[in-house]
């Protein structure tokens, strides 16, 4: 079963561009809504990075999710697109001065901070703006993931957070400090994880540090988990809506929320990734000595992922019925890693036939690139059409 497209409007496009199914998004969106809504104290953010299209964030804003942004860029598109600075945390290894500022200016809900040297920055800059800027401390849980090594964020030897063993000497040094106020602990292990496995092992190493903190006499108000819940790449059509049932019973299972306390989520690829597809134009059909290659107008500057995760994207030819053929699916850019797929199986394909790039809602537009003096690709939602 191939997905359904508009295909006579695309026919008329230039090509390469991205299309969102926005009916998928929103019952996306109903689904989180539904099963986070089950649990007392859920709060679901949508993590600007995976696809910052203005008409998909005002989507996603309407369903009144709240916004993870991890540049000062992205806090300007989602408050552009509507998002209420008291739902906006600020996340990111690198904040620079004018970043914080910003936020400090829009009084964002928090700062994710992942280092003492950001601390007391932005300790700093608050008492500049003679305000106290909210933080929650990002810990390294050293966590693995099931996930591509490049999109695992958990383990001890990432960039990312404070190690567990500097936990509570941190957040006595932020306590000390007039200018900023501990809210809570941030924690993110990874992207694309299907296995409900990993956030139990996140779970349980929570809970013992929440045990470890009480013993000090210190309240958490707020824990951030982050995201990580992956789609089904596979299998667009079959499985178009992640298991966020399993994912939130997890959490609200395992994790041992105090009184009062908030469980915060980060999710991006899960709630936009399957709405997405990359829609191209085949340009020749190449005989190679012992294959064939399926030469198209889109590149990895137009999806990086193949060529930067050796990720897979399911590829149909939207523009044929008829028998199957095998194709190597590649790109016009001057690299050898511009390659979407290997050995393909496709309905047989000629010069000008549409190619469906499933599941690239997510880290697909937005990371886009101009390499070769080439256009960035536009996006469209269904109501475009």
């Known amino acids: 079963m191939k997905g359904s497209f508009p295909i006579a409007q695309f026919e008329q496009m230039q090509t390469p ?103 007391e920055v932005i300790n700093e800059l608050a008492e500049k703006k003679g305000k106290v800027a909210s933080i929650c401390l990002r810990i390294n849980p050293d966590v693995g993931a099931h996930t591509h090594a490049k999109i695992t964020t958990g383990l001890a030897e990432n960039k990312f957070g404070i190690a567990m063993s500097d936990m509570e000497t941190v957040i006595e040094t932020a306590e000390k400090m007039k200018n900023v106020k501990f809210i809570g602990l941030h924690f993110h292990i990874g992207s694309q994880i299907l296995n409900m496995d990993d956030f139990a092992a996140l779970c349980n190493r929570i809970n013992d540090l929440q045990t470890q903190l009480e013993q000090k006499h210190i309240k958490v108000e707020n824990i951030n988990v982050g995201g990580g819940l992956g789609i089904d790449y596979q299998h667009p059509n079959r499985v178009p809506i992640p298991e966020f049932k399993a994912y939130f019973d997890t959490y609200a299972r395992l994790l041992k929320l105090r009184d009062g306390q908030k469980l915060h989520f980060e999710l991006g690829r899960a709630v936009v990734g399957q709405m997405g597809t990359l829609i191209t134009r085949t340009l020749y059909i190449k005989q190679g000595t012992a294959k064939q290659f399926l030469i198209v107008d889109a590149g990895m500057t137009d999806l990086i992922r193949p060529a930067l995760y050796q990720a897979y994207h399911k590829i149909e030819n939207i523009s044929s019925d008829e028998p199957v053929e095998t194709y190597d699916v590649v790109g016009p850019i001057c690299e050898s890693s511009d390659v979407f797929a290997k050995a393909a199986d496709l309905n047989k394909a000629h010069r000008g036939d549409l190619i469906a790039l499933r599941s690239a809602g997510a880290y697909g537009e937005i990371m886009a690139s101009q390499y070769n003096c080439r256009e960035l690709p536009k996006g469209y939602i269904t109501e475009d059409f």
């Open 17 to 119: 561009f991205y299309y969102y199914d926005t009916e998928l998004l929103r019952e996306t969106l109903r689904t989180i809504n539904k099963e986070a809504g089950r649990h007392e104290g859920f709060v679901v953010h949508y993590a600007i990075k995976a696809n910052a299209n203005p008409k998909v964030l005002n989507i996603i804003c309407q369903a009144g999710l709240g916004a993870d942004c991890v540049s000062g860029g992205e806090i300007k598109r989602c408050l552009e697109a509507g998002f209420a600075p008291s739902k906006i945390v600020y996340a990111g290894v690198g904040k620079s001065d004018w970043e914080i500022n910003l936020g400090l200016d829009k009084n964002i809900f928090c700062f994710n901070v992942e280092s003492v040297a950001e601390l």
